[in-house]
């Protein structure tokens, strides 16, 4: 099993990937950190808790930042995944909090516990960087949980050039990817070709369980905001999930390895711009053998 700390910004997607990684043997989720993105931090901590005890896990919560390294809060449109972040299907408040230590705490124990090596480096990294997906084991890689717009080929999703987690604090993924951490971007191009089609949550919902309802009521409304923004489009891009995807199996992907900046002024602020050329180098998923993901996904989550 590959100790993890998956980081997320619940959302619908993050709430796939999140029970995707909890139903996966290959993983083993020492704890959540949460962070402000598709809702303010106190909602994605909430989403994040409710979803746990959904599956009555309890693993433990950790909240992050609740805004970016250097700027103010880009509000994302709450009709992607809902007022409360999870399709405006939960009423309940989750009965457990947050634990006490912050994530920034918990990931620098963590690390400091399972290597000598990237102490110093995780915590530049953690302290200024929400948002990314770790293996804390005898051979730790970091590894984003979100998706990073790789805006070189793939368009961005919130403005031409951004995908809205590099649009969200775009110092800090240019900090991540300067860093010289092994990270590796599952981005757009490759997270907009793993669409779980439409008709998976009639599915689901015949399934006939609370839980299989629940999933099937939180997905449809992140398909209808993808039909509402892509007519046609027939599903939803697995985002997260593909993230947590390549951890338990790095053969779903295709690498290439580029060093990747961030714009961080002006229309193009988001845009990742990748070279050959330039160190440090990070580990960028280009090609995804989609249908073979989906079926792991799908034979995972109920
Ligand atoms: C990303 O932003 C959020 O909507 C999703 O959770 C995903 O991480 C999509 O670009
Ligand atoms: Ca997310």
Redesign the pocket.
């Known amino acids: 099993m590959k100790p993890v700390i998956v980081d997320v910004?619940t959302?619908?997607?993050?709430a796939l990937a999140i029970t995707y990684a909890l139903k996966s043997p290959e993983l083993d989720v020492i704890g959540l950190t949460t962070c402000f993105?598709?809702n303010s931090l106190e909602n994605t901590t909430r989403s994040t808790l409710v979803i746990l005890e959904r599956l009555r896990k309890t693993v433990p919560v950790y909240m992050g930042a609740d805004k970016p390294l250097k700027r103010g809060i880009t509000k994302?449109p709450l009709n992607?995944?809902g007022e409360d972040g999870l399709g405006n299907n939960f009423s309940e408040n989750p009965v457990r909090e947050a634990e006490a230590e912050s994530a920034v705490d918990f990931i620098i124990s963590q690390v400091k516990a399972s290597t000598r090596n990237y102490t110093n480096s995780s915590r530049a990294v953690n302290e200024s960087c929400p948002g990314y997906y770790k293996s804390t084991g005898d051979n730790p890689s970091f590894q984003r949980s979100?998706?990073y717009g790789w805006c070189s080929v793939a368009p961005g999703?919130?403005t031409p050039y951004s995908?809205?987690?590099i649009l969200a604090d775009p110092e800090a993924a240019d900090y991540v990817f300067s860093s010289g951490l092994p990270v590796t971007i599952v981005g757009?191009d490759v997270t907009m070709k793993t669409i779980l089609p439409a008709a998976t949550t009639d599915e689901w919902r015949a399934i006939g369980t609370d839980e299989s309802r629940f999933y099937a009521d939180m997905t449809d409304f992140y398909i209808q905001a993808y039909e509402t923004f892509e007519p046609g489009f027939g599903g939803c891009a697995l985002?997260?999930p593909l993230a947590v995807g390549v951890a338990i199996d790095p053969d779903f992907v295709k690498r290439e390895e580029w060093n990747v900046k961030v714009v961080l002024d002006g229309e193009e602020t988001g845009r990742t711009v990748a070279s050959a050329e330039g160190e440090p180098k990070v580990q960028v998923c280009t090609e995804v053998k989609a249908e073979q993901f989906l079926d792991h996904f799908l034979g995972r989550i109920l």
Do not use: R
């Open positions: 910004d959302g619908i997607d993050d993105g598709n994302f992607v995944h979100d998706h999703n919130v995908e809205a987690n757009l985002h997260d």
